[in-house]
Nanobody, 124 residues
């Protein structure tokens, strides 16, 4: 089992920045591909970013490319999402997720473990 706990959400003005963290406990963190997803009210959960087990490969949704950066620190069992130039449409609950393979994926159904989420609200 893997337990994931997100933190770092909050209220920020448009154009501002936030850094989300997701701490993992349980099995070896470096065995998992990690992803960030988000879900706005009334919408489906959508892919934001993913990172390979050693951090060497990343993938981003087109809507966040150039503004968000995913990274990980396997020594600290933590994955991060640096969010810059935030827009009101980035408002959502952000979830981190772990996948027990070495392939990146944008499909929520292909992730095995999920955190409880952290709210990000961007005001205009």
């Amino acid at each position: 089992q893997v337990q994931l706990v997100e933190s770092g959400g909050g209220l920020v003005q448009a154009g501002g920045s936030l850094r989300l963290s997701c701490a993992s406990s349980g099995r070896t963190f470096s065995n998992y591909v990690m992803g960030w997803f988000r879900q706005a009210p009334g919408k489906e959960r959508e892919f934001v970013a993913a990172i390979s087990r050693n951090g060497g490969s990343t993938d981003y949704a087109d809507s966040v490319k150039g503004r968000f950066t995913i990274s990980r620190d396997n020594a600290k069992n933590t994955v991060y999402l640096q969010m810059n130039s935030l827009k009101p449409e980035d408002t959502a609950v952000y979830y981190c997720a772990a996948r027990v393979t070495h392939w990146l994926s944008y499909r929520p159904s292909e992730y095995d473990y999920w955190g409880q989420g952290t709210q990000v609200t961007v005001s205009s």
